[in-house]
């Protein structure tokens, strides 16, 4: 019999196969429902063997028509990923398709499901009889089809799908995230909900799925999550149903499937199995529900996620208010959120439940919309939110609408031509990641703008009225974790957006004005977790690049203070810096000091740089030679950084050292990937690899050595595994810089081939909710697309440039600020052209593989000459400059030890203190002081130096200094460079202590 179109999920009723196999599907199964197909409870289970037939078809090819199947390799090793099927035409012939292009082409995840697409238009007018396949290893296949696939014309908003990402679990991430449906840089995110118990994976592609293996909502949720890991806060939940009432979450859930599913920024959309539908669409603060009843009556039930909030609802107004206070561990100073909703059409009923936080509302209609807003302050200003951003008689389509434009204004500013369908996907959806995050959480009060500051210490209690943190003015936004998003989400703000970055850094530095800090990883507050305090980098690379719509002397004085001072709790500041900037290097006495030296070393550089453009001369001299301080953790034994003890020691001994380990030195990565962490210095990388030559080598050997995953401790070893590129770990941040480090060794073909190989196939399986390789944390694995996919990288963060690859697109136009367009044009540009051959700027010529921040953002057209073969263009390397830091003189001081000990753990007194020089004297270039744990500061003072400890010689004089922080460090330079066998230090005032005097020489 002749048919269309072809589909078989191997269950009962479905076309079967030729060929036994029909199982139950995978037994086990990371990121998805173990023991069932993709979809349905069977799948058919592949074996290596010959080409063999699976269906019998008469199946005629249009100009339209894709082969598609779902496969799981499951090992074990990659073998399984040579599988395919193949078509057998009328005539005889085949498509080609074999398991060795399919495996040699690395797409295939292991021990996940994985959409497979072929577009059959060269064989058009062909009609295919049989369905082949062949296999090296062992897996499963689901989902066969033939069919028509054409994809229409669509605004670059309706090409997201915010369900990419979410294919993942705490064993492994295709990006470990949520359908967060919101505007950009909302106040809240709204979300489909499949675990309505959880802070942290609470919607799975399909992990959750019922016994029929469908999908199953528990709810519609208020979310605030920036990243499972962290958890989230203040969640609420609604959710339809019709016959009694059920609040039991699992006895409540509605079966649906994906493709009854609309996941886009702006509105969510699902038809459940039973005919029930729900809409939803965001403003800033609020949201507007829309649920309809095929029985033209039906319930919507009010709770959370926990027992912990209030909850009153009023029938006879159609009125609910609640309060939530629920919080994961990591959500460092959120208090309450206060919720106030109307439904638009009269309640038949309605009543709060037996837990405080759970009730409904009941109706006697066929459609319901339910308008709901939040605030951090008070109802009452949840209250004033609804009606600012949604009021009454508002259509649910106009709030869709506005909520669409606004997205469709950011993600219109870039215009692609020669996408494919999937690659548009990627990008938008990468463009929508990155203006998703960081968000608002200041409110539009009687009083101006204020916000409920969770940075501020307030004893006050929260009632079911009105928070007990203290509201400041002013515009304050959260939700960043800066580790994970110096490296491309803030440059690529500076570039796309660059008045609103300023304005994002603004409200981050509102945390240095009202709690003393800027959060390393803010969610909302001070939480105590990863590396660095990158917030220095990515405000300096702004500045830097002509971002100045913030308080520049605020955020100055913030990353001064993370630079400078011992930070009095876990939460904020720089770990080991009381002993760090002392030693040289940060020991290992701080967990992952080798990972705090070195994010140390590429902030002090961003902040040298910025000094210098502010004028602060003494700050840049130190910070730039402090950022070379990473030469003290390559140990030349054994080529790679690594950890050294108090004492000086190398952590690990060379024989037998294993730059493949995981061990405590590093955070989430090994030796091999941080054997490249110094992007702010390519020369000096290069000298300590050997030269360009040696750093080429080394980059080779790299990409060359397999991961293996080794015990798998944490979900990122098994990631990087999968990565298949050595050593290489895309799937996680510290690694992203590292194919561009090629271009300090003058081999940019490896370059781009290394990007090319992670843009073809390391973010794929938009459709079956993955995406991504690893964690996508707050846009940055999304930025790095957009960047690379545009030909741009911005390597060297703090430093207004950026490196050039190939472009993906044939063009790309980039609406500025300004009203200039960057444009980039690579007329060839094809996926198996990754190589560029020439580039000209404005029609001129540039033979360099770096570009300028301010070129760009002046408006300016690239024409890129990219081919399938590698060239000569941009092949220069750095010349190659050894790290020399200042060091401190080695001495003693016979009347202030405490002063010389490394340490500011330790103070002393001081009036005159005095230090002499053991072995011979080097020249003294800076000296450095800080202030003690108590007592007075040093305002006015003399350094003098001495050949013979009886006449001095004044070197420098200081008068009305300020030491604004207990334990700060000041740097001090010298008008001239001094070398003395003695030195003395003369304070003006009483009861003058200090931590540490550090004399810094070449």
């Known amino acids: 019999m002749t048919t269309a179109a072809f589909f078989s999920s191997f269950e009962p009723g479905d076309p079967q196969p030729v060929t036994p196999g029909i199982g139950s599907g995978p037994p086990r199964a990371p990121t998805a429902k173990p023991g069932v197909g993709f979809t349905g409870r069977n799948a058919f289970r592949y074996a290596p063997g010959p080409p063999r037939t699976l269906f019998e078809v008469d199946i005629p090819v249009t100009a339209n028509t894709a082969l598609s199947y779902v496969v799981f390799p499951d090992g074990p090793g990659y073998r399984s990923t040579y599988v395919t099927l193949d078509l057998e035409f009328d005539d005889g012939t085949r498509t080609g398709f074999t398991p060795q292009a399919q495996g040699d082409a690395k797409t295939l995840y292991l021990d996940q499901w994985n959409l497979v697409r072929h577009p059959l238009k060269k064989f058009t007018g062909r009609r295919v009889k049989r369905i082949l396949f062949a296999a090296q290893g062992t897996g499963w296949l689901d989902d066969v089809r033939i069919a028509d696939h054409a994809p229409g014309p669509k605004d670059p908003v309706d090409h997201v799908r915010t369900t990419r990402g979410t294919h993942s679990s705490r064993k492994f991430s295709r990006g470990n995230t949520f359908p967060a449906t919101a505007v950009p840089h909302g106040f809240n995110f709204w979300t489909p909900i499949t675990d309505a118990r959880a802070l942290n994976w609470f919607y799975s592609y399909h992990q959750h799925n019922d016994a029929r293996n469908e999908p199953r909502l528990q709810a519609f949720g208020l979310s605030h999550q920036p990243s499972p890991w962290m958890g989230d806060r203040h969640p609420f939940h609604l959710m339809p149903g019709t016959g009694k009432v059920e609040p039991h979450r699992a006895r409540r859930a509605l079966a649906f499937t994906h493709d009854d599913e609309t996941d886009r920024p702006y509105h969510y959309g699902v038809r459940f199995r039973t005919g029930i539908t729900a809409d939803l669409a965001p403003t800033d603060r609020a949201a507007m529900f829309r649920f309809t009843f095929p029985e033209h009556r039906g319930w919507v039930l009010f709770d959370n996620a926990r027992n912990r909030g209030g909850l009153r609802v009023h029938p006879e107004t159609g009125v609910v208010t609640a309060h939530t206070w629920v919080r994961s561990r990591l959500s460092t100073g959120a208090r309450r959120m206060f919720v106030y909703a109307e439904a638009d059409q009269p309640p038949s009923d309605g009543a709060r439940l037996r837990r405080p936080v759970t009730g409904y509302l009941a109706f006697a209609e066929p459609e319901v919309t339910i308008r709901i807003a939040t605030s951090l302050i008070s109802l009452d200003q949840a209250q004033r939110n609804l009606a600012q951003e949604i009021p009454a008689g508002t259509a649910f389509d106009d709030v869709r609408s506005r909520a669409r434009n606004r997205w469709q204004d950011i993600l219109g500013r870039i215009e692609l031509e020669g996408a494919t369908e999937d690659q548009l996907t990627t990008f938008y959806s990468s463009l929508y990641r990155l203006f998703l995050y960081p968000n608002i959480a200041h409110e539009n009060t009687p009083g101006g703008v204020r916000h409920a500051s969770p940075v501020i210490r307030s004893f006050r209690p929260s009632t079911h009225r009105r928070t007990g943190a203290k509201v400041v003015d002013g515009e304050l936004y959260v939700n960043n974790g800066f580790w994970d998003t110096y490296r491309t989400v803030w440059p690529a703000y500076a570039l796309l957006a660059p008045q609103q970055c300023g304005r994002m850094i603004d409200g981050f530095v509102q945390q240095y004005r009202e709690g003393g800090w800027i959060a390393r990883w803010s969610s909302p507050g001070y939480a105590d977790l990863m590396t660095g305090t990158s917030s220095d980098a990515a405000f300096a690379d702004a500045y830097l690049k002509g971002v100045t719509n913030f308080d520049i002397a605020a955020a100055y004085d913030a990353a001064l203070k993370n630079a400078t001072v011992v930070p009095p709790r876990k939460g904020v500041g720089r770990k080991g810096l009381d002993r760090s900037p002392f030693l040289g290097y940060t020991p290992t006495s701080t967990r992952g000091g080798l990972s705090w030296a070195l994010e140390g070393c590429l902030n002090d550089f961003a902040l040298a ?108 070893m098994t990631e990087a595994r999968d990565v298949r590129m050595g050593q290489y770990g895309h799937s996680n941040q510290p690694s992203h810089h590292i194919p561009f480090v090629y271009a300090f060794a003058g081999a940019p073909a490896k370059l781009q081939r290394t990007v090319r190989e992670v843009l073809r196939r390391l973010y794929a399986g938009s459709e079956l909710g993955q995406g991504y390789p690893g964690d996508e944390d707050n846009g940055e694995m999304s930025a790095w697309y ?171 004089e200081r008068s009305s200094e300020v030491f604004r922080w207990r334990r700060q460090l000041r740097p001090f330079v010298l008008a001239e460079a001094a070398a003395y066998r003695h030195y003395r230090l003369r304070v003006r005032g009483r009861r003058v202590r200090l931590a540490q005097w550090e004399l810094l020489a070449r």
């Open 609 to 716: 740089n910025l000094s210098d453009a502010l004028a602060r001369h003494d700050y840049a001299v130190y910070f730039r030679q402090r950022a070379q301080h990473y030469v003290h953790h390559f140990d030349p034994r054994i080529g790679f950084f690594q950890g050294r003890t108090r004492d000086g020691s190398w952590h690990r001994p060379a024989e037998g050292y294993r730059p493949e380990v995981w061990d405590t030195d590093f955070v989430e990565t090994n030796a091999w990937n941080t054997a490249f962490s110094a992007p702010h210095d390519g020369p000096g990388l290069a000298a300590l690899h050997g030269g360009p030559a040696g750093l080429e080598a080394k980059l080779d050997e790299f990409f060359r050595l397999p991961e293996t995953g080794q015990d798998g401790r944490i979900h990122e």
């Open 786 to 956: 957009v960047f690379t996919a545009l030909g741009l990288y911005p390597l060297t963060v703090g430093c207004p440039s950026y490196v050039a690859c190939a472009p993906l697109f044939r063009s790309a136009t980039v609406h500025l600020d300004n009203g200039k367009d960057l444009v980039i044009r690579a007329p060839r540009a094809a996926v198996d052209a990754p190589y560029v051959h020439g580039l000209t700027v404005n029609g001129e010529p540039h033979p360099s593989a770096t570009l300028s921040h301010v070129v760009l953002a002046s408006g300016a057209t690239l024409d890129f000459d990219v081919r399938s073969e590698p060239g000569s263009w941009g092949t220069e390397p750095v010349t190659p400059v050894p790290p020399v830091p200042l060091r401190d003189l080695a001495g003693h001081s016979p009347d202030r030890p405490a002063l010389f000990d490394d340490t500011s753990r330790t103070d002393a007194a001081v009036r005159t203190a005095t230090f002499t020089v053991e072995g011979e004297p080097r020249e003294v270039v800076l000296y450095t002081l800080t202030s003690g744990r108590r007592g007075g500061n040093p305002r006015s003072w003399v350094l003098e130096g001495s050949d013979d400890g009886q006449h001095w010689r004044t070197l420098d």
